[in-house]
C-alpha cells in the first residue's frame, strides 16, 4: 500500500469531509429535531416512522469524497451515477455540503436551521423520497429500480469527450440481468470521440436479507472474471478507515492516469483496438461505521445494517446508540456553531461546475441544442390519388433518419437490438455503421469503432443507453418490433416518472423526448406467429398521464414523416410511433398529410360512402394542443 499518497494534513481533512456526510446521511433518516446534537437526545427529536437505506450510504459517501480529490488534483469533469439508489441520503448530504443544495433549494440554508429542514424533509410527508432522485442536484439516474445504473452512465459518455462518468454498482444490483448485461459495454465505448466511464463495484456484502453473489466468490475468480469482461480491476478492500482512505486515493490516482493515457494515444494516434479501461472493486463492510450491534445482534458488516439499523426507537438503549453513534462523527469538529461546516473542509469539495451535484450533464437540457433537421416534405411519396401507389412506410422515414444522422455528427443516434435494417432503416448506412469497438473482419456488414447506429441484442441496454444520453442533453431515436418493446415496460415507466417530477422542477430544463419507433407490428407478423403478436405497449403507455406521453398511428409515410419531425422536435416526451414496415398503400399527398396531423383529428371524405353523417371510424393524428408548435415548426422549415 502507497502510504504517501495523501499527508497527515490530507488525510485528516479527507475523512473529516466523509465524516460530515456520513453525519448528515444519519440525521436525514433519523432526525426531526436537534440537528447539532446540542441538546441530549431524546424521543421527540426523532421521526416517527423511520424509513431510509444506511447500509450502502457510507460507501457512497467515502467514492464521493475521494472523487472529489481527483476532480480538484486533474480538473475533471465528472458525473456520479449510484446504482445502489437507495444512498440517496449520502447523495443529498454531499450536494448539501458543496452548497449546491442550498442554491437550488434556498430553504435548506447552510446553518442549523437549514440543516434540521434538510433532515426533516428526507422520507417525510411532502419532502423527498429516499433514493437518488429528479430533486436531487447532480442525479441522472432514478435509484427506485435496480439494474441500469452502466447502461445510463454509458449512455451519458458517447459523444462527450471531456466527461468521466463514475458508476457505483451495487453488489445486489450486479444479480441484475440488465446490469450483468452491462458489463459489455465497454466494447462500444470509443477513446477517440467518447468520454470514460468508471465502474466502481461495491462489494459490501449483503441485500436486505441475505448475501450477495459477487461477494462470497474467491477473490482470483471475481479478478479474473472483469479481465474476461475486458477491465483492468483495482482492488480496494478493508475496513479501517484510515488505510482505506490511503488505498482509494492511490488507486484513483492510477486509474484516473490509465484514463488519461488511453484518451491520449487514442486521441493522438487514433482508434487502434479497444482498450482495457480500468474500474475500482471496493469492499468495504456494510453499514461501515455505524452501530457494530443492536439488541445483542452484530450489525455492522451484516444485514442488519441494510435499512434502518435501530427501526423502533422506543425500544429501551436505542436512543443512546442512536446518539453515540452520531456523536462518534464529532459534528462539533465538521460544524461551526451556527450549522455550516467549517472553511477547511468546505474548500475541498470543487468549485462552481466542477461539483458533481452543479455539473450540468445532469441538468442535460442546460447543454441540449436543436437538431438541424432536413425539410421532411422533400422525403414525400408523390400520390396521383389516395390508393395508387404502395411504400414502406419506415424504409421512407429511414432516409430521412439518415440525413439526420448526417446533419447532426455528434449529438444523435439511433438504438436497436440488431434491428435496424429488419425496420427498413437501412438507409443511415450510407453515412454511419453499427458501433463496435471489438474485433471487426473483413465481412462484417457496416461496423467501425466510430459508427453512430448502437445495436446490442438487448432491448434494456438500448433503451439505458438512450435515457442516458437524453438526460445529458443530446437526441436519439429508439426503434424496436412492437412485440419485444414490452422487455422494458419497466424502464419506461422509471423514465415517464422521471419526467412527470421534473416537469414541476424549476431547475430541470427540459430534456429532447425520448422516441420509440414499433414496427413489425401485429396485424403483419402472420409469417412469425402468435410470439411476435402483442399491440399492448400502447396499453401500457396511455396509463400515464398526457403531459408526458404521446402515442402515433399514422396510416402512411407522408404522415409518418410530419410525426418523425413533430417527435425530434419536442421536449420531455416519451413519444410512441407505431408504423408499418411491409408494401402498403399510400394515402394522403403532403399537403393532405400535414393537414391531418395538424388537426390532430379529421374525416377522408374521399374515403367515405356515408358523408354528411357521423363517421364510423376516426383516425388522429397530432393532438390538438401540439398544433400551434407543429405549425410553427412548418413554417420555420
Known sequence: MNTKTLNSESLRKLDAYWRAANYLAVGQIYLYDNPLLKKPLRLEHIKPRLLGHWGTTPGLNFIYAHLNRVIKKHDLNVIYITGPGHGGPGIVANAYLEGTYSEVYPAISQDEEGMKRLFKQFSFPGGIPSHVAPETPGSIHEGGELGYSLSHAFGAAFDNPDLL???VVG???????PLATSWHLNKFLNPVRDGAVLPILHLNGYKIAGPTVLARIPHDELEALFRGYGYTPYFVEGDDPMEMHQLMAAKLDTVVGEIQRIQHDARNYGFQERPHWPMIILRSPKGWTGPKAVDGKLTEGTFRSH????????????VEILEKWMKSYRPEELFDKAGRLIPELAELAPRGERRMSANPHANGGLLLRDLHLPDFRDYAVKLTKPGAVDAEATNVQGQFIRDVIKLNPANFRVFSPDETSSNRWAAVFEVTNR????EIIPIDDHIASDGRVMEMLSEHQCEGWLEGYLLTGRHGFFSCYEAF????????????KWLKVANHIPWRRPI???NYLLSSHVWRQDHNGFSHQDPGFIDHVVNKKAEIIRVYLPPDANTLLSVTDHCLRSRNYVNVIV?????EAQWLDMDAAISHCTAGIGIWSWASNDQGGEPDVRRGGLKQAECDSHRHALRKG
Open 485 to 496: 418493446i414490452h422487455i422494458v415496460d419497466s424502464m419506461f415507466n422509471q423514465h415517464a
Open 435 to 438: 458501433c463496435s469497438t471489438a
Open 165 to 167: 462518468v463514475a458508476c
Open 307 to 318: 435499512q434502518v439499523p435501530m427501526g423502533e426507537m422506543s425500544h429501551p438503549g436505542h
Open 579 to 583: 408504423a408499418g414496415k411491409q408494401p
Open 171 to 177: 453488489d445486489g444490483e450486479a444479480e441484475t440481468g
Open 512 to 514: 429532447a423526448s425520448l
